[in-house]
């Protein structure tokens, strides 16, 4: 199972295991005071990643 998995995420992007219902995990490292900038800036968006931007949904 995790090598066909594994072989399948080398062969498409994240949207497109998206639409195939794959789920993934999403990871960003920053910087504190980076946090506390986009927080005061960005105040009404769901989701921080762009596929779950796209769908519009949460896995």
Do not use: H
């Amino acid at each position: 199972m995790f090598k066909s998995c594994f072989r399948l995420l080398q062969e498409y992007t994240t949207l497109e295991t998206a639409l195939l219902n794959i789920p993934e995990v999403v990871c960003y490292r920053g910087s504190k005071i980076s946090y506390a900038i986009a927080k005061r800036l960005v105040r009404n968006i769901k989701y921080i990643s762009l596929v779950n931007l796209i769908m519009d949904r949460k896995w």
